[in-house]
């Protein structure tokens, strides 16, 4: 049998056709891996098997009777948490949904499955996404495969946390804040967030229903784009959808001009040797001083802090106990009942959030806090567009520093600013992507750079990922991982 760790979308696809392979022996071989490995991981919360080995059946079946099979079918794959999948526990790390069964999938999981798909495990998250670590999970702590006393990331932590430890070739997460890319960063893998809109959120458990973007973690941006053209276009159930439309040719060199951005070059060292070792026939950066001179970091942070909040303190008023979900016991009254299942049923980083998104929509504090968070959105906005008058892309070091110690950001403030380089992102929409560039040399991790764009430009800004790729074996560095 050939050698099956760490292969590539198309790799596996050409065994599967080569017959050296079959579907169900490739998708056992990822159960198996989960089995052996996830006890030190702990990035899986649920295992698809017996609807996984039906599904890698079919292919078979398909191949076997001589017609040709796309990219996707046999792939075995992972989906955070927030995806609900008919007929498979659907949690989003919290124990309030600890026995949901969804009656449907959510449109991209459906995609996934048409193209031939293989969904083997459901992964570990934040709790309703919130956090930056994977720690808030109701479940148990995800740990990196780089280090296992150090987090993957969050709250798409055990996305990426499977990819980097070969659970699966690629998977699905969410990104409202840097929700793929940071974890991305941290575990040495790469991690998509497309354009706003460009994918369909319907049947995505919400976070803040403006900010969330689905997108693909793979072992590079090759496969990325192989996975996020499935999932992308509009969608009738989802009408804040939009058509890809942009026309960059799939497999040419990219043209125009990149900026090159830094915090600042302590913080940023490691990235920005990457970004000068990149051969300058490939692309045309130009290296400016400082991100930012070009966004206000730090407003967009505290933006991004009273908005999403708002919006979380929305969404999450309808797990109550009544609708669906679990429920306290011996209540007095239905306003008892509501409060007890809250309070036991969620867990601090929610309750938190809640309560400042809560406050900040109240009465007296709606124009202080969330109509001034809208107006430095905008300027977000118009300080991004100038940026994209004479730039085709934006280098951005992902983040400030490689994945942290467990429990060493247990102010909720420190943990908030590792999103300081993503967020911006996210308030403005537009597309952005972190590949691996390097190891910072004192912990020996992975940092990630990231590639971001205006709005539409997915897959120009693929195509840039790619060429970066295609000069460097940073994203090949996963295969020295020893588990």
Request: charged letters at 25%; a neutral charge; hydrophobic letters at 40%.
């Amino acid at each position: 049998m050939p050698d099956l760790n760490y292969l590539s979308i198309t790799e596996a696809h050409e065994l599967l056709v080569a017959k050296k392979i079959s579907a169900q022996e490739l998708t056992e071989f990822y159960i198996g891996k989960i089995r052996n490995l996830n006890p030190k991981i702990r990035a899986i919360l649920t295992v698809c098997e017996s609807q996984a080995l039906k599904q890698a059946k079919k292919v078979d079946t398909k191949i076997a009777s001589g017609a040709e099979i796309g990219l996707l079918e046999g792939i075995p794959y992972t989906a955070k948490d927030m995806f609900l999948t008919k007929g498979i526990r659907t949690t989003a790390a919290s124990k309030i949904l600890e026995d949901y069964i969804p009656p449907y999938s959510a449109t991209v999981i459906e995609k996934l499955d048409q193209a031939g798909a293989v969904l083997i495990a459901k992964v570990n998250q934040d709790e309703f996404a919130h956090g930056g670590s994977t720690e808030n999970s109701s479940y148990h702590v995800t740990h990196n495969p780089w280090d296992l006393d150090r987090v993957p990331g969050g709250s798409s932590g055990g996305s990426a946390a499977s990819v980097a430890a070969d659970f699966g070739i690629f998977s699905l997460g969410t990104d409202t804040g840097g929700s793929i890319r940071q974890p991305a960063s941290y575990c040495g893998v790469t991690g998509f967030k497309p354009t706003y809109g460009v994918v369909s959120r319907y049947g995505v458990i919400a976070m803040a229903s403006s900010f969330d973007c689905v997108g693909p973690v793979a072992r590079s941006a090759k496969d990325a784009q192989i996975v996020f053209e499935v999932i992308a276009g509009k969608d009738s159930k989802d009408s804040t959808t939009i058509a890809l439309s942009d026309k960059t040719p799939r497999d040419k060199k990219p043209v125009g001009k990149l900026k090159a951005v830094f915090y600042d070059d302590e913080d940023s060292n490691v990235v920005s040797k990457g970004v000068a070792a990149i051969d300058s026939s490939l692309l045309n950066i130009q290296t400016e001083a400082s991100i930012a001179e070009l966004v206000p970091l730090e407003l967009a942070l505290a933006a991004y802090y009273v908005l999403v909040p708002s919006e979380i303190s929305s969404n999450l008023e309808r797990y109550d106990g009544v609708r669906y979900g679990s429920k306290a016991k011996d209540s007095k009254d239905l306003l008892d009942s509501y409060m007890k299942t809250r309070s036991e049923f969620l867990g601090p980083e929610v309750v938190r959030r809640n309560i400042i998104g809560t406050y900040a929509l109240s009465a007296g504090y709606y124009d202080a806090y969330y109509k001034k968070a809208m107006q430095v959105r905008t300027l977000i906005i118009q300080a991004l567009n100038k940026v994209f008058e004479s730039n085709d892309a934006i280098l951005v070091p992902t983040t400030l520093e490689p994945a942290f110690k467990l429990g060493s950001k247990s102010d909720p403030v420190e943990m908030y600013k590792t999103d300081l380089l993503t967020v911006f992102a996210n308030l403005a929409g537009v597309p952005a992507i972190s590949i691996p560039i390097g190891f910072e040399p004192t912990t020996g991790l992975p940092m990630g750079l990231q590639i971001i764009g205006k709005q539409g430009d997915d897959i120009k800004i693929l195509a840039i990922a790619k060429h970066i790729q295609s000069d460097s074996n940073w994203h090949n560095k996963l295969k020295e991982l020893k588990l």
